[in-house]
């Protein structure tokens, strides 16, 4: 058994992923409310827009790992440029209603949002990735995993509340949005220094392909579960906060909901 890791190795480590906690939550429950309200387009073409950037980070996921495992150099340094990536994506996505007319606005949303999906997924992989190297220990990885996640946690509780309470505060919650974008840049460059250190990666040799992930029985009943598991907590995340303004109507309390 390695030795145990230290507090404050630990909670830099975890500190380190408290911005994906932070923006998972607006990503996923607040945005297609923020777009109903603020893009001139139909829920309809809203929908078609999640959806289709979804499909396709689900499927580019796999090589965003193969493209992690193969690659030389700095894993932190790619977590960095994804990071930066990932904020600037949060504040277009944000800014969209500003830039958007009836004739672009299906096209640039399509564009954002593929962009910041997939800057959140080389994120999240090079993160969890940077977690497993910490130590190859079984009990050590879960006392890893529980630090993560709690600071995941904390990060989901603090978004849940921040763009409602600040979009009241301010009267407009184009602007709560805004600023709420912004506090996350700024989030992501407080903690970037904390990302682990590390020495340069060496490219390994992956075999890879869609038939490998599928070849396994087993391998195919964990999607087949992981898929029913996830679809009835999407579409409530996605509908919530319409829910709360237009069937029990106290939408000042979304946050309080969440």
């Known amino acids: ?35 109903a309200d603020h893009l001139p387009l139909s829920l309809a073409y809203i929908g078609f827009a999640l959806f289709a950037a979804r499909i396709i980070d689900c499927f580019l996921d796999p090589f965003i790992g193969y493209w992690a495992d193969t690659s030389r150099g700095s894993r932190r340094k790619r ?29 640039l949303l399509c564009l954002a949002l593929i962009f910041t999906y997939i800057s959140y997924s080389v994120v999240m992989i090079h993160y969890y990735a940077a977690g497993l190297s910490l130590s190859r220990d079984y009990h050590q990885n ?8 709690g600071a995941i946690l904390v990060g989901v509780l603090i978004a ?5 309470w600040l979009s009241n505060q301010l009267g407009d919650s184009k602007l709560g949005y805004l600023y709420f974008a912004w506090i996350f840049a700024f989030l992501v460059g407080a903690i970037l220094f904390l990302l682990p250190r590390e ?13 490998i992930l599928f070849q396994s029985q087993q391998m195919r009943w ?37």
């Not at 190795?9 to 923020?34: D, N, W």
């Not at 879960?142 to 996640?149: G, K, P, V, Y």
């Not at 020495?199 to 038939?211: G, L, P, T, Y």
Request: with cysteine; charged share 15%; proline share 6%.
């Open 1 to 35: 058994m390695s030795a145990p890791l230290t507090l404050r190795a630990l909670a830099r480590y975890a500190l380190a992923g408290l911005p994906l906690g932070f923006v998972g939550l607006p990503l996923y429950v607040h945005l297609p409310k923020f777009y």
């Open 79 to 107: 977590m960095v440029t994804s990071y930066v990536t990932l904020a600037a994506g949060i504040i277009i996505l944000f800014y969209l209603p500003e830039w958007s007319t009836e004739q672009n606005a299906l096209i």
């Open 142 to 149: 879960t006392r890893i995993s529980a630090w993560r996640e």
């Open 160 to 164: 849940s509340v921040v763009p409602i």
């Open 199 to 211: 020495s340069k990666s060496k490219a390994s040799k992956v075999d890879f392909s869609w038939r």
């Open 222 to 258: 964990t999607f087949a579960l992981f898929f029913l598991n996830a679809l009835p907590t999407s579409i409530c995340a996605t509908l919530f906060l319409f829910f709360v303004d237009d069937i029990i109507r106290v939408p000042d309390y979304g946050g309080f909901f969440l």
